[in-house]
C-alpha cells in the first residue's frame, strides 16, 4: 500500500546507508563503492547516490581546492567527484538523481511552497524537507536491486542534520530486512601502538542520539583490526563481533573491494539484507575485477601533468584514467605534478625529465603561460601531449602564436583584448547571468575524420565524450589554424573537438573530457594512444630542445 509521500514498500528495493563519523576524507565513499562492486559481481542490479549537505545546488560553482574536481555526467550534471569513483567502480553512468544537495532539496521545496502546491500548510523541515529527500532516494532507486546511499560529510554535522533524519524515517518505513546502515569510522594508534576504539564509541553514541544504530561499523586503520578491537568495538556500539570490518590502507584504492570481500562483509550484507539465496555461488562470480587491478606491470613510464591547482583530488579523474591505460598496457604510471605557475624552478625540470605531457582543463587566466610553454616544449621536441578542454585551447593558441605569428593571440576568456581571439566565448553563453549549470555540459556525439590519428585512437567515427566548457576555437582562425598544419580531427558541427598535429607523434587535443568516461575495467581511447606513443618513445629516446 502506498504511503502518503507516494512510495509503494511492495516494490523491494535493498538500501545500504553509509555514514561517516571522527572526521572526513576517511574513505567511506571508496568503502562504499567497494561493496556495490562486490554486490554488482554477486549478480544484482547495484546503483549509489550520493548526498551532499552542503547549500550549493551542485558542484559546478565550487572551487577544486575546497572541493576536489568537479565531475560531470552524461546529462551535464556537475556533481561531486564521489560520483566519479561510484562510475568507475560500479561500472554503471549516474545521472543528475543520483546527487542530492541540500540545496537542490531546499530550492524545490521552497518552488513547490512559493506554486502553492503545500495548500496554506507551514512548510518545515518535518515533513517537507525529509519527504523530498526520501523521495529523490526511492525515485534513484527504481529499477534497482540495491542501491547505496552515502551521506557526505561527519556525524554531527550540523548541516547533515535534516538527512539523518530522513534516514530515521525511512528505517520506520521500511520492512527491517530492507534496510542496512554502515558506519565507517577511525582507528587511530597511540603512541604505543594500541588500535584505540574510543574515536568510534563517541561516534557511534553521536549517530544513535540521533534515532540510528549502525548495523556494521568499517573501522578505517592503516592495519587489519586486531580481533580485541573488533570485540571492544561490537561490546561498545552494540553491534556483533562479526558486523565489525577493517578497511586497512592499500597501495591502490581498486584494491579496496578485494580487502573487504576477504573481510566478509559483502556475505553478512547479503545475508543482512535476505539477498544470500539470490547471490551468485562465490566460485560462479566474476573475476574481472581481480584479474585487472592485480595484472602484473612491466616498466613504467613518467607523466608531468601540468595544472594550477596543487590537489591531487582537482583532477583524480585524470590521474584514474592514466592509471586505467596502464593497467591496459601493463605499466605502472607516474604521475609529476607541474605547477604551471611555478615554471623555472624544480617543477620545469620534472617537466623536461617526464616522458609524456598532460595538460588538464580549467579556468581563469592563472598559470596559462606556463601552461602554453609547456605545450611548446611538448610540440618542439616530438614529446606525447594530450590536451584536455583548457589544454586543447591553449594548444590553439601556442600554435597561432609560434606557427602562424598571431602576436597577442589568445583566448577571449584570458584576455579580452587580444587582437586574435582564437579561442573566442560560445554564442550561446553571450549575456548569460547565471554561472551555475550554464556550460555546455554533458555528453556530446562528436565526428571524427577518417584516416587520422584520432579515428585510429577510437576505432570508429564517431565518439560521445562528456564536456564542460564556455569557450571554444573561433570559427573565424579555423581556416588558418589548418592552413598552417594543425588538423582538427574531430568536429561537432562547426565546433572543433578534436586537434592534432601530423608531423609529431602524438600531439592531441580535446575540447571535451575524455577521462569522465575512463573505468579500470575499459580504459579511454585517448589515454590509451597517449600511453601507446610515450611507451614507444621511451624505447628510442630523442634529443630534447629547451
Not at 513547490?112 to 532516494?137: C, F, M, N, S
Request: net charge negative; hydrophobic share 35%.
Amino acid at each position: 500500500m502506498p504511503t502518503e509521500t507516494g512510495y509503494d514498500p511492495s516494490l523491494g528495493n535493498k538500501f545500504v546507508f553509509v555514514t561517516g563519523g571522527v572526521m572526513s576524507g576517511l574513505g567511506k565513499g571508496i568503502t562504499a563503492a567497494s561493496l556495490g562492486r562486490l554486490l554488482k559481481e554477486a549478480g544484482f542490479d547495484v546503483t549509489a547516490v550520493k548526498i551532499d549537505p552542503y547549500l550549493n545546488v551542485d558542484a559546478g560553482t565550487m572551487n577544486p581546492y575546497q572541493h576536489g574536481e568537479v565531475y560531470v555526467l552524461k546529462d551535464g550534471a556537475e556533481v561531486d567527484l564521489d560520483l566519479g569513483n561510484y562510475e568507475r567502480f560500479l561500472g554503471e553512468d549516474m545521472t543528475a538523481d543520483h546527487n542530492v544537495t541540500t540545496g537542490k532539496v531546499y530550492q524545490h521545496v521552497i518552488e513547490r511552497e512559493r506554486a502553492g502546491d503545500y495548500l496554506g500548510k507551514t512548510v518545515q523541515i518535518i515533513p517537507h524537507i525529509t519527504d523530498d529527500i526520501k523521495r529523490r532516494v526511492r525515485e534513484a532507486a527504481e529499477g534497482t536491486d540495491v542501491c547505496i546511499v552515502e551521506v557526505g560529510g561527519t556525524i554531527g554535522d550540523i548541516e547533515g542534520m535534516p538527512f539523518l533524519e530522513a534516514l530515521r524515517q525511512f528505517a520506520h518505513e521500511e520492512d527491517e530486512s530492507d534496510i542496512l546502515f554502515t558506519h565507517v569510522t577511525l582507528v587511530p594508534y597511540s603512541k604505543n601502538g594500541e588500535q584505540k576504539t574510543k574515536p568510534t564509541q563517541h561516534s557511534v553514541k553521536e549517530l544513535r542520539s540521533i534515532g540510528l544504530q549502525p548495523d556494521v561499523v568499517v573501522g578505517r586503520c592503516p592495519n587489519h583490526l586486531d580481533p580485541e578491537t573488533k570485540r571492544k568495538i561490537a561490546l561498545f556500539c552494540d553491534v556483533p563481533t562479526d558486523a565489525v570490518f577493517s578497511n586497512p590502507d592499500v597501495e591502490d584504492i581498486y584494491h579496496v573491494p578485494l580487502t573487504v570481500e576477504e573481510e566478509g562483509l559483502d556475505d553478512y550484507v547479503l545475508e543482512a539484507l535476505s539477498l544470500s539465496d539470490r547471490a551468485c555461488p562465490p566460485e560462479e562470480r566474476a573475476d574481472g575485477w581481480r584479474e585487472r587491478v592485480t595484472r602484473d606491470t612491466d616498466g613504467e613510464v613518467d607523466i608531468a601533468l601540468v595544472g594550477k591547482y596543487a590537489l591531487e583530488d582537482a583532477y583524480i579523474s585524470i590521474h584514474e584514467a592514466l592509471k586505467h591505460a596502464g593497467i591496459e598496457r601493463g605499466v605502472d604510471v607516474n604521475v609529476l605534478w607541474v605547477d604551471a605557475d611555478e615554471m623555472g624552478t624544480d617543477h620545469e625540470e620534472r617537466l623536461h625529465r617526464a616522458d609524456g605531457i598532460v595538460v588538464p582543463g580549467g579556468f581563469g587566466s592563472r598559470g596559462t603561460e606556463g601552461k602554453i610553454g609547456a605545450i611548446r616544449y611538448a610540440r618542439l621536441n616530438g614529446i606525447p601531449f594530450l590536451g584536455l578542454c583548457l589544454g586543447f585551447q591553449m594548444a590553439v593558441v601556442e600554435f597561432a602564436r609560434n606557427v602562424l605569428d598571431l602576436d597577442g593571440a589568445h583566448s577571449a576568456e584570458v584576455d579580452d583584448s587580444t587582437p586574435h581571439p582564437v579561442i573566442d566565448l560560445l554564442p550561446e553563453q553571450d549575456g548569460l547571468d547565471d554561472m551555475g549549470g550554464t556550460m555546455r555540459l554533458g555528453a556530446h556525439e562528436t565526428e571524427i575524420e577518417p584516416e587520422t590519428l584520432a579515428a585510429e585512437i577510437y576505432g570508429d567515427t564517431t565518439c560521445v565524450e562528456r564536456h564542460r566548457h564556455r569557450y571554444e576555437v573561433n570559427p573565424e582562425y579555423i581556416d588558418d589554424l589548418e592552413g598552417g598544419g594543425m588538423t582538427f580531427s574531430g568536429q561537432a558541427g562547426r565546433r572543433m573537438e578534436i586537434l592534432e598535429l601530423d608531423d609529431h607523434p602524438f600531439f592531441v587535443g580535446t575540447q571535451f573530457h575524455p577521462e569522465f568516461r575512463s573505468r579500470p575495467t575499459r580504459a579511454s581511447p585517448p589515454f590509451v594512444g597517449f600511453l601507446d606513443a610515450v611507451l614507444s618513445r621511451t624505447e628510442t629516446p630523442r634529443e630534447v630542445e629547451i
